[in-house]
Nanobody, 116 residues
């Protein structure tokens, strides 16, 4: 079993920044990939950013240039730095990890609300 604990969400004004954290209960070296997804009210969950074990990052077009995903192997934590936030970034953000044997795991979600 893998536990994921997310933190860092909140309410901010447009243009400001937030950093989300996702701490895993096991070494993140064991994951093929880690990532962040989001789900806005009435919409499907969508990919925001992913990072592979090798450090390759991938972003949704809507967040490229504004969001940065990173990982701290010593802390077993993946981060999402979100800059220049827009009202359309408002959503519940979920951490996801992919383990080759254990499968997919999701965090409980953290709310991000951006006011105009």
């Amino acid at each position: 079993q893998v536990q994921l604990v997310e933190s860092g969400g909140g309410l901010v004004q447009a243009g400001r920044s937030l950093r989300l954290s996702c701490a895993a209960s096991i070494s993140i070296f064991s994951f093929n990939a880690m990532g962040w997804y989001r789900q806005a009210p009435g919409k499907q969950r969508e990919l925001v950013a992913t990072i592979t074990r090798g450090g390759n990052a991938n972003y949704a077009d809507s967040v490229k240039g504004r969001f940065t995903i990173s990982r701290d192997n010593a802390k077993n934590t993946v981060y999402l730095q979100m800059n220049s936030l827009k009202p359309e970034d408002t959503a519940v953000y979920y951490c996801n990890v992919k383990h080759s044997v254990l499968g997919d795991y999701w965090g409980q979600g953290t709310q991000v609300a951006v006011s105009s």
